[in-house]
């Protein structure tokens, strides 16, 4: 099964910035569609962005609109989740997934190809 592994979390201050990773482990990610998702303690799993194959097609979340930016590098194998201006309400465990689709329609009902990693936790507090 397709697997997937997040890096780059951390704590950081209100205001600060984080880049998240995302790297295959032992396939080509050129191929895949990409997600991020996030889920807070005691909330349900948040559609954040989505990235299509070629880097084209790009869709983010209402919350975080304007503050995150998808990216992906092919000849690095490696799909990346610039955040900044981050909040407290960004605290939460964030995974990223190989698509069906790059519809928008995945952030909210995501068909996913890879399995569900470990995540990377990302803390914002002061």
């Known amino acids: 099964q397709l697997q997937l592994v997040e890096s780059g979390g951390g704590l950081v201050q209100p205001g600060g910035s984080l880049r998240l990773s995302c790297a295959a482990s032992g396939f080509t990610l050129n191929y895949y569609h990409i997600g991020w998702f996030r889920q807070a303690p005691g909330k349900e799993r948040e559609g954040v962005s989505v990235?299509?194959?070629?880097?084209?097609?790009?869709s983010y979340a209402d919350s975080v609109k304007g503050r995150f930016t998808i990216s992906r590098d092919n000849a690095k194998n490696t799909v990346y989740l610039q955040m900044d201006n981050l909040k407290p309400d960004d605290t939460a465990i964030y995974y990223c997934v190989a698509l069906v689709t790059d519809s928008s329609y995945m952030l909210h009902d995501p068909g996913v190809l890879s399995s569900w990693g470990q995540g990377t936790q990302v803390t914002v507090s002061s």
């Open positions: 990235i299509s194959r070629s880097g084209g097609s790009i």
